[in-house]
T-cell receptor, first 115, second 114 residues
């Protein structure tokens, strides 16, 4: 069965510093990996995805993520954090080989960027 | 612009009542999903559909049902609401097959069961 782990409930970072939000996954086939962001009282918004190809994926709002197959990780990164990046971030995976492609989410990581 | 809308946005009901949450998308996506969001659990999949007349159970489907009679709508029904079903419910849709398409989410429906 597919699963996603986000080991940190909250990440605090100072504005202007680089940020990393961690995600590890488990699937039986090829992983399709996604990051979403949620602002208060809103639905989730898509940030970026890895399907195949280059391990470094660039997405919206200056975010990027690195796919590491050997470590089964897909960490979200940004070189310089903004206060407006403060939000709840979710990693998700779908299993490319399962035939029943359902999207499974992690428990979320709250990012707080301090001015 | 295409969108996905949920209604009602807020609902309070009593234990044992039947409740239906509506989800309507104008993306013309084949795939639609219902999730519930609870603190400490993230998003958990309730039901999903890959097309008209197709429905499948997710991880937490007990007490919920869905039907897909057209491409645009996937209503979620709680047959007999329980306090454990107090949650925020999100509908989402995606295009294509194989799980490569990103999900487009509605704004959520907050349900309180007293």
């Amino acid at each position: 069965a597919q699963s996603v782990a986000q080991p940190e409930d909250q990440v605090n970072v100072a504005e202007g510093n680089p940020l990393t939000v961690k995600c590890t996954y488990s699937v039986s086939g090829n992983p399709y990996l996604f990051w979403y962001v949620q602002y208060p009282n809103r639905g989730l918004q898509f940030l970026l995805k890895y399907i195949t190809g280059d391990n470094l994926v660039k997405g919206s709002y200056g975010f990027e993520a690195e796919f590491n197959k050997s470590q089964t990780s897909f960490h979200l990164k940004k070189p310089s954090a903004l206060v407006s990046d403060s939000a709840l971030y979710f990693c998700a995976v779908s299993d490319g080989a399962s035939g029943t492609y359902k999207y499974i989410f992690g428990t979320g990581t709250r990012l707080k960027v301090l001015a | 612009d295409a969108e996905i809308t949920q209604s009602p946005r807020h609902k309070i009901t009593e234990t044992g009542r039947q409740v239906t949450l509506a989800c309507h998308q104008t993306w013309n996506h084949n795939n639609m999903f219902w999730y519930r969001q609870d603190l400490g659990h993230g998003l958990r999949l309730i039901h999903y559909s890959y097309g008209v007349q197709d429905t499948n159970k997710g991880e937490v489907s007990d007490g919920y049902s869905v039907s897909r009679s057209n491409t645009e709508d996937l209503p979620l029904t709680l047959e007999s609401a329980a306090s454990s079903q107090t949650s925020v419910y999100f509908c989402a849709s995606s295009e294509g097959r194989g799980g490569t398409g990103e999900l487009f989410f509605g704004e959520g429906s907050r349900l309180t069961v007293l």
